[in-house]
């Protein structure tokens, strides 16, 4: 084949889940193979000269906070727990490798071996993003405008929690939790997640405490609750400062139910 030329491959049929919509610009065609290429993908990326605005924060408000012990808790004291994907699968994939590892390399039986766990890889990546998408559709439900930590997922995934982390691959579920929220019509926005867990949502004092105590006590208020439903508080608090708050009374005034308006106006003015 000479330089440039491109290899033709014919027609090849496709399982088109919609149509592509009237006046769209095709820009690029991915084909991906996954499981050791016996599923093919074809990923078409469109394009429409056309200004989409974004949408306003409005309606109710909700912080949340990600963890290891639950998977998020929600500044409304809503928790979800955390699946072990990975894990829960662990023995059986550690069972196939070593079966794929006994047998003659490049034989029949080791290319059969190997797609076994190619296939349970690609169960446990499927069944991980089915989880977040439903999570993410979950918070949509609930509210109108969310407030997520911008995590530094990067180093989560080379400290010591690193395989907990690289499992409930929260990165991932940001990415997918802000799709959802655009799609939805709702207001997605990460903020600033450094000192949440150590600052009190009620009064915003310092109240200094390692990752082994799990719960929250403020001694200047009193304020005790668990400590990520006081990071998640705190998430929605810094949250709402980044955008205004409708008060011309057309029912669009952002709400802050488990603390009151009166408490978000108070703070704003630094009393």
């Not at 290899?7 to 496709?14: D, E």
């Not at 991915?30 to 306003?56: C, E, F, G, N």
């Not at 977040?132 to 930590?149: G, P, S, V």
């Amino acid at each position: 084949m000479r330089h440039g030329s491109h290899l033709k491959i014919g027609l090849v049929p496709i399982r088109l889940h919609r149509e592509i919509p009237e006046g769209f610009q095709v820009k690029q065609v991915r084909v991906l193979a996954k499981a050791r290429q016996t599923q093919w993908y074809v990923v078409i990326s469109m394009a429409l000269d056309v200004d989409i605005p974004d949408h306003p924060a409005v309606g109710r408000a909700i912080g949340i906070d990600l963890g290891l012990e639950k998977f998020l808790t929600t500044s409304d004291g809503f928790t979800v727990e955390r699946p072990k994907f990975f894990k829960s699968l662990q023995g059986k994939l550690e069972l196939l490798q070593r079966r794929a590892a006994r047998k003659q390399k490049r034989s029949n039986n080791w290319e059969k071996a190997q797609l076994k766990v190619a296939r349970l890889h690609q169960k446990i990546a499927n069944t991980r993003k089915d989880f977040h998408l439903k999570t993410a559709h979950l918070l949509c439900d609930q509210a109108q405008t969310i407030f997520a930590e911008d995590l530094n997922t990067v180093g989560l995934n080379r400290g010591m929690l690193r395989f907990d982390c690289i499992d409930a691959s929260f990165g991932q579920f940001l990415d997918l939790l802000k799709w959802v929220a655009w799609k939805r019509g709702c207001y997605f926005k990460r903020v600033d997640p450094r000192g949440t867990s150590q600052t009190c949502p009620e009064c915003q004092a310092t109240v200094k405490k390692d990752l082994r105590v799990r719960e929250h006590f403020c001694p200047e208020c009193g304020y005790t609750t668990h400590r990520d439903h006081a990071a998640a508080q705190m998430i929605r608090w810094r949250g709402l400062e980044l955008v205004p708050v409708d008060n011309s009374g057309n029912g669009n005034r952002l709400s802050s139910r488990s603390v009151g308006g009166e408490i978000l106006d108070k703070w704003r003015k630094g009393v």
